[in-house]
Nanobody, 126 residues
Framework: QVQLVESGGGLVQAGGSLRLSCAAS????????MGWFRQAPGKEREFVAT????????YYADSVKGRFTISRDNAKNTMYLQMNSLSPADTAVYYC???????????????????WGQGTQVTVSS
């Protein structure tokens, strides 16, 4: 069982930046592809970004491409999401997720992920 804990959410003004972290309990962290998803009020949870176990492959949703950067530090069992140029449309609860394969999937399908964190709130004010 992999436990995932997100942190780094908060309130930021439009145009600002935040960095989210996702700490994993699993010592073989590099064997898991990881992803970020988000759920805005009244909307379904959607794919944001994913990264392979080694960190060599990444994929992004079109809505965040060029503004968000996903990365990981396998020595620290931690994944990150650097979010720049934030807008109110980015307001959501952000979840990290892990899948028991090393390869990142560009599909971004939630069903491909086996473990989920509890989420961290990101609020962007206009």
């Amino acid at each position: 069982q992999v436990q995932l804990v997100e942190s780094g959410g908060g309130l930021v003004q439009a145009g600002g930046s935040l960095r989210l972290s996702c700490a994993a309990s699993e010592r073989t962290f590099s064997r898991y592809a990881m992803g970020w998803f988000r759920q805005a009020p009244g909307k379904e949870r959607e794919f944001v970004a994913t990264i392979s176990g080694s960190g060599s492959s990444t994929y992004y949703a079109d809505s965040v491409k060029g503004r968000f950067t996903i990365s990981r530090d396998n020595a620290k069992n931690t994944m990150y999401l650097q979010m720049n140029s934030l807008s109110p449309a980015d307001t959501a609860v952000y979840y990290c997720a892990a899948r028991t394969v090393v390869f990142a999937s560009a599909r971004g399908a939630q069903g491909e992920y086996d473990y989920w964190g509890q989420g961290t709130q990101v609020t962007v004010s206009s």
